[in-house]
Every structure is written in C-alpha cells, then in structure tokens.
T-cell receptor, first 111, second 113 residues
Framework: GENVEQHPSTLSVQEGDSAVIKCTYSDSASNYFPWYKQELGKRPQLIIDIRSNVGEKKDQRIAVTLNKTAKHFSLHITETQPEDSAVYFC??????????FGPGTRLSVLP | ETGVTQTPRHLVMGMTNKKSLKCEQHLGHNAMYWYKQSAKKPLELMFV???????ENNSVPSRFSPECPNSSHLFLHLHTLQPEDSALYLCASSQDWSTGELFFGEGSRLTVL
C-alpha cells in the first residue's frame, strides 16, 4: 500500500522568510496530492492540491511542486506570516480516494 | 449550521461504557469518512461511506462500529474501548468518493480511562 513520509517534523522560520515542507510517496500510481493546514484546536483545511499531470501550482504565497519520477512533492510558503503557524499535512491518493496522510509538520513563524 | 459538525466535542468514557460519536454534514456531499488522529501519528482512515454504503474499512477493531443512516449523517459507535483508543476522531465529507477535497469537522476528543 501507499506510504507517505514528511519532513521536517518541526520547522521554525522568521516572519517574512520562506518555508519548505517535503513529502515522498511510495505508490507510483498515486495521482492526487493535497496539502492540509490544521491550526491549533481547529479542523484540517485544504490549502492547495496538485494532480499528477501538473508539475507546479501556485496560489498567492503558497506553491506546490511535484516530481513524479522521484515520487516527491513539496509545499512552499513565501513571505511567511504568524497566521501561517500550524501543522501541515501532505497526502497522496489515487483519484481522490483513500488518502494516505503524512505525519505532519509543525510550522512556527516567529515574529 | 453549515459545513461538517461533530458531537460531542469531548468525551470521557470507561472501558466498559458504550457511547456514540455523531457527524452531520450540510454540504450535500455523497461520501463521509471517519479518521483517527493520534499524537505524532498520521491521520488514519477508519471508514468510508459512499452513498450510504460502506466502501472501505481499514482493519479497524470491531469495538468501533460505524453507521450511516443517510448521506448527511454518520455515527461511530464505541464499546469496550482501550486506553490506546484515546484520540481525536475526525469526521469528513467530500462531494463524491473520488472527488479530491475533504471537508473536516472539528473533531471529537475521546479519552478512555
């Protein structure tokens, strides 16, 4: 079955700096890769996703890149702000079914 | 109310109790899910219902019993739980089983004494 690894487990950056979180997956058939953000005590919410027919996707300060050959994808957050502090989860799935999540990265943006 | 709502938000139970978690979605979605979130572990998929039919059961112990009476409601019945079952239980829904975005509820924090 699918296995998703995520690094780093914790990440601290200064406000205004960039943050990068990386995930690797094992099943080459997986074709949908979402990222969820979970603020303390809140529900996980989708922030960006990418499908296997695309190499990169951007939404304002957030971008995701996908390398199908290497089976890894990354979340990039630029110009970080304190409200970006949260736990970020990557996931891999086949056609949006049965997501396998990574263990999460706790991002702290320091003022 | 909109979105996905879960009750109760917090539950403390003994190992011999029987309790239920409730999830309701107001999004008109056709698929609903139960996930378990434990500290320092990935979100674990427990059950998936699509159009009120169970389509996935990820080797979950029988002390967890799901019920989906209609496409808007999902229950998780709990009995004779173990302390290691203490976790945050998240309900989610999506438009269809094969549609990407999951909409999560706030979760039910379960403590088993």
């Amino acid at each position: 079955g699918e296995n998703v690894e995520q690094h780093p487990s914790t990440l601290s950056v200064q406000e205004g700096d960039s943050a990068v979180i990386k995930c690797t997956y094992s099943d080459s058939a997986s074709n949908y890769f979402p990222w969820y953000k979970q603020e303390l005590g809140k529900r996980p919410q989708l922030i960006i996703d990418i499908r296997s027919n695309v190499g990169e996707k951007k939404d304002q300060r957030i971008a995701v890149t996908l390398n199908k050959t290497a089976k890894h994808f990354s979340l990039h957050i630029t110009e970080t702000q304190p409200e970006d502090s949260a736990v970020y989860f990557c996931a891999a799935s086949l056609y949006g079914q049965n997501f396998v999540f990574g263990p999460g990265t706790r991002l702290s943006v320091l003022p | 109310e909109t979105g996905v709502t879960q009750t109760p938000r917090h539950l403390v139970m003994g190992m011999t109790n029987k309790k239920s978690l409730k999830c309701e979605q107001h999004l008109g979605h056709n698929a609903m899910y139960w996930y378990k979130q434990s500290a320092k572990k990935p979100l674990e998929l427990m059950f998936v219902y699509s159009l009120e039919e169970r389509v996935e059961n990820n080797s979950v112990p029988s002390r967890f019993s799901p019920e989906c009476p209609n496409s808007s409601h999902l229950f998780l019945h709990l009995h004779t739980l173990q302390p290691e079952d203490s976790a945050l239980y998240l309900c989610a829904s999506s438009q269809d089983w094969s549609t990407g975005e999951l909409f999560f509820g706030e979760g039910s924090r379960l403590t088993v004494l």
